[in-house]
């Protein structure tokens, strides 16, 4: 079955630029050999795989290393393949991020539904924890000459992300109730409805926020002494209930925010927030995001043409940017097989030898 990315269309494209692409069956003898001889050039194995499987076809950490002794590999996956896993998550379809608590928090209200997170953002977490990790084990192996074995799994990276609010549930007891938008800290919406449009703001730091409590009037009010501490919605451990009042002051600075940014546009809330060094943006559309000054002056976005679709990819530069050595993007997200002749000739394989390897199904033709 193709690889179910696949189906995102110009998502492969981008999220698989500028690697080559080949077909091997791994479990085959002939697959074995071929991949032990990549491991001795490769400084590290990326793989998302079942768990269980590698050491399944007799392709453990030890046997590798056997091979090559500086070789690290790095297993993304949900919920790794130790733990509980192979008896609870591993026999059904388990979401990362429910198991994870954050869905508890992500209604409304208490007792409304609670709201699933964006897959791609989700996946993002555990990708970026691997790859640095993977980066310290190539530093270490080049320094000692030892490889690493490294599990990433989807569930701990989003555990992680989780800060003060993780602290105080597993040390204190605090389950926080379920926000939606509410700012915990900055007493605001984060996202903010104007004239014509939303803003998100985000009420953070001592400067903005005095700034903003002087700007709605309350620099005298006794409730904001002293002045550019934040105007905190938290309520009392243990309540479950958004139905509860807000502590006065930030009642009375939630009311005047919403109030002001309802009767001023988009463009004047984001010209004088930002005025005052609040952190604040336009809810902007992939069509603003094409045509935003600063997008194209960092050059966001460029053209690249996909080799699968046979037409021009319109999609996020190179990041993060290098000064002396830039990256370059050579192509989109390649079709199956498209190096794997290229590939196994580099290894020593004749074309008669490709050819054979290809009739007896250890390599197979791309569609």
Same mark, same amino acid.
């Given at each position: 079955?193709?690889?179910?990315?696949?189906?995102?269309?110009d998502a492969?494209?981008?999220d698989r630029?500028?690697?080559?692409?080949?077909?091997?069956?791994?479990p085959?003898?002939e697959?074995?050999?071929?991949?032990?001889?990549?491991?001795?050039?490769?400084?590290?194995?990326?793989?998302?795989?079942?768990?269980g499987?590698?050491?399944?076809w007799?392709?453990?950490?030890?046997?590798?290393?056997?091979?090559?002794p500086?070789?690290?590999?790095?297993?993304?996956?949900?919920?790794?393949?130790?733990?509980?896993?192979?008896?609870?998550?591993?026999?059904?379809?388990?979401?990362?991020?429910?198991?994870?608590?954050?869905?508890?928090?992500?209604?409304?209200?208490f007792?409304?539904?609670?709201q699933r %997170?964006? +897959?791609?953002h989700?996946?993002?977490?555990?990708? *970026?924890?691997?790859?640095?990790? /993977?980066l310290a084990? !190539?530093? =270490?192996?080049?320094?000692?000459?030892?490889?690493?074995?490294?599990?990433?799994?989807?569930?701990e990276?989003?555990?992680?992300?989780?800060?003060?609010?993780?602290?105080?549930?597993?040390?204190?007891?605090?389950?926080?109730?379920r926000?939606?938008?509410?700012?915990?800290?900055?007493?605001?919406?984060?996202?903010?409805?104007c004239?014509d449009?939303?803003?998100?703001?985000?009420?953070g730091?001592?400067?903005p926020?005095r700034?903003?409590?002087?700007?709605?009037?309350f620099?005298?009010?006794?409730?904001?002494?002293?002045?550019?501490?934040y105007?905190s919605?938290?309520?009392?451990p243990g309540?479950k209930s958004l139905?509860?009042?807000?502590? %006065?002051? +930030?009642?009375?600075?939630r009311?005047a925010?919403? *109030?002001?940014?309802?009767k001023? /546009?988009?463009?004047? !809330?984001? =010209?004088?927030f930002?005025?005052?060094g609040v952190?604040v943006?336009?809810?902007?559309?992939?069509?603003?995001?094409?045509n935003d000054?600063?997008y194209?002056?960092?050059?966001?976005f460029?053209?690249c043409?996909?080799?699968?679709?046979?037409?021009?990819?319109?999609?996020?530069?190179?990041?993060p940017?290098f000064k002396?050595?830039p990256g370059?993007i050579?192509?989109?997200?390649?079709?199956?097989?498209?190096?794997?002749?290229?590939?196994?000739?580099?290894?020593?394989?004749?074309?008669?030898?490709?050819?054979?390897?290809?009739e007896?199904?250890?390599?197979r033709?791309g569609?």
């Open positions: 079955a193709p690889d179910m990315y696949r189906m995102y269309g492969w494209s981008v630029r500028n690697q080559r692409m080949i077909t091997l069956n791994i085959s003898p697959g074995k050999e071929i991949l032990l001889q990549m491991v001795k050039w490769a400084d590290v194995l990326v793989e998302s795989s079942k768990g499987t590698w050491e399944k007799g392709l453990t950490d030890e046997v590798l290393w056997r091979r090559t500086r070789w690290s590999s790095c297993m993304i996956s949900r919920f790794s393949a130790t733990g509980a896993t192979r008896t609870t998550c591993a026999r059904r379809r388990s979401t990362p991020s429910a198991r994870r608590s954050r869905a508890t928090r992500t209604s409304t209200a007792r409304q539904p609670a %997170d964006e +897959a791609f989700r996946r993002l977490h555990d990708r *970026s924890h691997g790859a640095w990790a /993977t084990a !190539v530093i =270490r192996a080049r320094e000692t000459g030892e490889g690493e074995s490294i599990d990433c799994c989807q569930f990276a989003l555990v992680r992300l989780q800060g003060a609010t993780l602290s105080d549930g597993i040390n204190h007891g605090i389950q926080p109730m926000i939606g938008n509410e700012d915990l800290v900055g007493a605001c919406a984060g996202a903010q409805k004239k449009g939303y803003c998100q703001v985000a009420v730091g001592a400067g926020v700034k903003l409590v002087e700007f709605f009037g620099a005298d009010d006794p409730d904001f002494q002293p002045l550019g501490t105007p919605v938290t309520r009392k309540c139905d509860e009042p807000l502590p %006065d002051r +930030a009642a009375k600075f009311a925010l919403d *109030s002001w940014c309802e001023h /546009t988009v463009e004047e !809330v984001n =010209r004088i930002g005025q005052m952190a943006s336009p809810h902007m559309t992939y069509e603003m995001m094409l000054p600063h194209q002056a960092r050059e966001v460029v053209d043409y996909d080799e699968i679709t046979q037409k021009t990819v319109k999609q996020v530069n190179m990041i940017r002396k050595h370059k050579v192509r989109g997200g390649a079709k199956y097989d498209a190096d794997t002749q290229d590939v196994l000739e580099e290894f020593g394989y004749s074309e008669k030898e490709i050819e054979l390897l290809y007896k199904g250890v390599l033709k569609e």
